[in-house]
């Protein structure tokens, strides 16, 4: 079966300019997670869809941060304005159904985002 | 909230040779998965081995095996005959219920030739 489908791969940007990742889970998959890695860390949940529908979305920093996953397929985060925190890897991550959590999730390459 | 702790920011093994990695958790849950993932420079997450919290088995998955002691919240991976494509950052998780995955901060390891 095909992977989880990110891009762009890299994406360098100013701060208080916008940016925009999309992914496109595996075929299937009810639910998609977007994660932040900041280096030299693990990944921190930001949000979980369960088809277009929104689970959690408790650390998500909504004043700068959105998502949305269209159709229960794609899903794209946005952030707007980025802050020089903001610079990490962004993975996404999708999963059969949550009842199935003991077979773990697949995970995509990620977005690695440099605001300078 | 469930926590996962890795006290091991880095580990080193020459090549052939068996290396352990640890990791603690917190949870009040008595049904949970727990699992290894390995993130290679590529950025990809792949997972290693998964294991339940109600299997007092542990798992194996060829060179890959864990020691789960459930009562102390300890979940190690041990690589034998570690190989150079080994190297890479380790990450150990935790979920439940519908609890997405908590990960630890990670265990860079690097294997020598």
Redesign the interface.
């Known amino acids: 079966e095909a992977g989880v489908a990110q891009s762009p791969r890299y994406k360098i940007i100013e701060k208080r300019q916008s940016v925009a990742f999309w992914c496109n889970p595996i075929s299937g998959h009810a639910t998609l997670y977007w994660y932040q890695q900041i280096l030299g860390q693990g990944p921190k949940l930001l949000i979980q869809f369960q088809n277009n529908g929104v689970v959690d979305d408790s650390q998500l920093p909504k004043d700068r941060f959105s998502a949305e996953r269209l159709k229960g397929v794609d899903s794209t985060l946005k952030i707007q304005p980025a802050k020089l925190e903001d610079s990490a890897v962004y993975l996404c991550a999708s999963s059969p159904d949550p009842g199935q959590r003991g077979r773990g999730y697949t995970f995509g390459s990620g977005t690695r985002l440099t605001v300078v | 909230a469930q926590t996962?702790t890795q006290s091991q920011p880095e580990m080193s093994v020459q090549e052939a040779e068996t290396v352990t990695l640890s990791c603690t958790y917190d949870t009040s849950e008595s049904d949970y998965?727990l699992?290894w993932?390995k993130q290679p420079p590529?950025?990809?997450?792949?997972?290693v081995i998964?294991q339940?919290a109600y299997k007092q088995q542990n798992a194996t998955e060829n060179r890959f095996s864990v020691n789960f002691q459930k009562a102390a919240k300890s979940f190690s991976l041990k690589i034998s005959d570690s190989q150079l494509g080994d190297a890479a950052m380790y990450?150990c998780?935790f979920?439940?219920?519908?609890t997405?995955?908590?990960?630890?901060?990670?265990t860079r390891l690097s294997v020598i030739a």
Do not use: D, H, T
């Not at chain 2, 979920?95 to 519908?98: A, E, F, W, Y």
């Open positions: 996962v998965y699992f993932y590529s950025r990809q997450m792949i997972l998964r339940e990450f998780a979920n439940s219920g519908n997405p995955l908590v990960f630890g901060k990670g």
